[in-house]
Nanobody, 128 residues
Framework: QVQLVESGGRLVQTGGSLRLSCAAS????????MGWFRQAPGKEREFVAAIRWSAGNTYYLDSVKGRFTISGGNAKNTVYLQMNSLKPEDTAVYYC?????????????????????WGQGTQVTVSS
């Protein structure tokens, strides 16, 4: 059984920074890719960022490019999201996800259904 556990979410003011962390626990786990998604109240879950370990490629939602940075540990089971210049519209529950089988390859890095493992989420609230 693999579990993803996120941490780091909290209340922050506009313009502030946060670093979210996600670690996989349970059986030995190494992923093809890991990502972050978010869901704001009344909205659908949306892709935020992803990292593919093989080439270190990273992908971002347009609205967070230049503000957010995804990175990970050497064991391919830990991922971080550094969020700078936060805006009220970044307020959401942030979910960590992992793809262990490569289903998110190609252009599918943004597709939530391609990730087989999910964390419980961590709340990020940006006050104006």
């Amino acid at each position: 059984q693999v579990q993803l556990v996120e941490s780091g979410g909290r209340l922050v003011q506009t313009g502030g920074s946060l670093r979210l962390s996600c670690a996989a626990s349970g059986r030995t786990f190494s992923s093809y890719a890991m990502g972050w998604f978010r869901q704001a109240p009344g909205k659908e879950r949306e892709f935020v960022a992803a990292i593919r370990w093989s080439a270190g490629n990273t992908y971002y939602l347009d609205s967070v490019k230049g503000r957010f940075t995804i990175s990970g540990g050497n064991a391919k089971n830990t991922v971080y999201l550094q969020m700078n210049s936060l805006k009220p519209e970044d307020t959401a529950v942030y979910y960590c996800a992992a793809d262990s089988a490569g289903y998110s390859a190609g252009r599918y890095y943004y597709a939530a259904e391609k990730y087989g493992y999910w964390g419980q989420g961590t709340q990020v609230t940006v006050s104006s």
